[in-house]
């Protein structure tokens, strides 16, 4: 944007437009300087070496500990629906959550915490419960299929959660919330950061009681409940050249679904990681991963909590980089880990353990100025499903002036699960759900290209995607064994256009759009119905002013759904009975307005639902709101008092 433009916009508030042209500039300079920030972000997802953003070939989107502190989100699904179009989190079966994430579910997007896999699954999904957002630094989501990097269920995409960075002398964090329902929480970070030594310290605690919604519909009643997320992360330079990262967690969650009973969920995580940096050109990283994660019905009349899943995952991993010419990266490593699995879901409430390998290798190459290449493949092995699969990836950008071209082919794949493979579950006597251990395993081919313009305080991204995707698994009726099993079906084609647009002003105005359209096709006669909503939007606007001992912010943040007609099975007999279903359009909006007093105390007020949405009838994927809420939160950084000039 030109000083001339900012000079000639009608729209200037009186007191810039009073400013001298020096106070504007300055006030641009500025809002520059934290665009660059932004742009110049170390992002490591989609090509797991770090890269600049704005250098990165594979396109990226990050949220920022800026826009995650803005959108006051609890936990990972919150934060994702608030700032991407093409997610929707819905409800299946008794309440528990689903995701959609450009016509993939939650078994095809994985989900990472600095870049660590997930223990424990229901209905296809982790507990997103799990993924809280209390000291996270960033957030890096890949779409389309990752599998060259991560393997198995990274075909629709990659979200890896990252944590901040210590680098303050000490901090300490103290927060809580409370809201309608009864809804509370509260959490604190302890962190310190002495010489080579760093560590942080995270707890918080989320509640909120059970409500009648205020329609009828395929559900009456929210579940509430609680539950606690304590993380430690130790970091340690034990050498100029090796430096040691350590991890413990637990989690617990109650969910107050039964009078009776009341569904547990417990996890247990830990690990170490080792990085030693031989030279400038050569780095080597070793880990070692646990994470164990458990249900259980605790029955209230006998007190008595009986564990009924657990799945427990030990990992290892190498990777070594190596660097040639100066700006060419070789990457090589490999992964091992032991999957085991015990489920009441399984005959006699018995168990199931499967080894995985792998290795994969890749090449970042920069020939000429401006123009990047990154390649890869990889190979993967499963013992249980006695299944081998390659992936390979290429990815180019080119920068001409202010755009950066992308284009991208990534393989996919998703093998089978030990729960898809040996289910044998009696569906409350109704029918018989079995596995299948002759199932093959899910490929896909994704395309993408994409152009992003940039001009100082502005940044267009338009790009398309194309995912054709074969042997889906699902279940189907069996005539045989009276009931469902679990089969692979034909492709499912989903491609679409994915457009964002971010603006600031030299005012402290901002504001971003991102739209997508989505189109899944199954062929006609399959299992399976498509359910993706074709058009989605997000909007934000936001507002930042500093004073002296005051700072405000203002963020209007909206979610546009478009209607989806879905055609549903009627008879589990048959895929020729179906009813033509209409979920309706919806759109919600919140408004949130923190206060900043003397840097370290927030006080965050907060309206969602803002236009009083609710649902005439609650489908699964309504949202559980009876219509406006408020909340009403504070934060308190108490080493600013301390640390203040």
């Known amino acids: 944007m030109s000083r001339a433009i900012l000079l000639w916009s009608a729209v200037l508030p009186v007191a810039v437009m009073a400013q001298s042209v020096t106070e504007t500039d300055a006030m641009l300079d500025s809002i520059e300087r934290a665009w660059d920030l932004e742009l110049n972000t170390v992002v490591v997802t989609g090509t797991r070496t770090p890269k600049l953003l704005k250098d990165s070939p594979v396109l990226t989107r990050v949220i920022s500990e800026k826009d995650i502190r803005r959108a006051d989100a609890t936990n990972i699904s919150d934060l994702l629906q608030t700032e991407l179009p093409g997610i929707e989190f819905s409800y299946s079966m008794n309440q528990q959550v689903s995701l959609n994430m450009q016509g993939f579910g939650g078994n095809s997007v994985l989900f990472l915490v600095d870049g660590e896999r997930l223990a424990g699954e229901t209905l296809d999904n982790v507990d997103y419960n799990r993924l809280n957002m209390v000291n996270v630094g960033r957030i890096e989501i890949v779409k389309g299929g990752a599998s060259s ?35 509370q929480r509260y959490g604190g970070t302890v962190s310190f950061h002495v010489g080579r030594v760093s560590s942080a310290t995270t707890v918080q605690h989320v509640s909120i009681d059970s409500y009648d919604m205020k329609n009828s519909g395929d559900y009456s009643r929210f579940y509430g409940g609680h539950n606690w997320n304590i993380k430690e992360r130790l970091v340690v330079g034990v050498t100029d050249k090796l430096k040691l990262t350590g991890r413990l967690g637990y989690y617990f969650r109650q969910r107050n679904a039964q009078e009776s009973s009341r569904d547990r969920y417990r996890d247990f995580s830990g690990g170490i990681k080792g990085v030693y940096t031989f030279s400038g050109s050569d780095n080597v990283e070793v880990s070692y991963g646990f994470d164990q994660y458990d249900k259980s019905d605790f029955l209230t009349v006998s007190s008595s909590d009986v564990r009924k899943y657990s799945n427990v995952q030990n990992t290892g991993r190498a990777i070594y980089n190596h660097t040639f010419g100066g700006k060419h990266i070789l990457t090589v490593g490999g992964d091992v880990m032991r999957d085991y ?81 040996y289910m044998d579950f009696d569906m409350a006597g109704i029918f018989m759900i079995y596995g299948n251990p002759d199932l093959k395993a899910e490929t896909s081919h994704n395309f993408q290209l994409s152009a992003e313009f940039t001009r100082r305080l502005l940044n267009i991204t338009v790009g398309g995607f194309c995912n054709l ?177």
Do not use: C
């Open 341 to 421: 699995l015990q489920s009441y879901q399984f005959t006699d409430n018995g168990h199931k353990t499967q080894v995985t390998a792998d290795g994969f290798a890749q090449v970042d190459l920069n020939f000429v100025n401006n123009f990047n290449v990154v390649a890869g493949v990889r190979y993967d092995y499963f013992s249980e499903a006695k299944m081998k699969h390659a992936s390979s990836r290429l990815s180019m950008m080119y920068k001409i002036d202010r755009w950066a071209l992308r284009g991208s082919y990534s393989g996919g794949f998703r093998a089978p699960t030990l729960k898809e493979m």
């Open 149 to 183: 990097l991560y393997g198995s269920n990274a075909v629709g995409g990659v979200v890896n959660i990252i944590s901040r960075e210590e680098t303050e002398p000490w901090r300490v964090n103290v927060n809580a919330r409370y809201g309608d329902h009864n809804e």
């Open 469 to 645: 995707v074969d042997n889906r698994i699902t279940t189907a009726w069996s005539q045989s064994l009276n009931g469902q099993l679990y089969t692979n079906i034909g492709r499912v084609n989903i491609a679409g256009i994915d457009a964002n647009l971010s603006w600031r002003t030299a005012w402290g105005l901002g504001t971003r759009l991102s739209y997508m359209f989505t189109h899944e096709h199954v062929r006609h006669g399959e299992p399976y119905t498509a359910s993706t909503r074709p058009h989605t939007a997000t909007v934000r606007v936001d507002y930042f002013k500093s004073w002296k001992n005051y700072a405000l912010s203002v963020a209007l943040n909206g979610r546009v759904l478009s209607a989806v007609t879905v055609d549903e099975f009627t008879s589990l007999t048959s895929y020729d009975e179906t009813e033509r279903v209409k979920y309706p359009a919806y759109t919600m909006w919140r408004l949130n307005m923190t206060h900043t007093f003397m840097q370290g105390l927030n006080l965050t007020m907060a309206v969602d639902n803002l236009f009083n949405y609710v649902p005439k009838y609650y489908y699964n994927n309504s949202p559980t709101t009876n219509g406006v809420s408020l909340s009403i939160g504070m934060s308190v950084d108490i080493d600013e008092f301390f640390n203040r000039k």
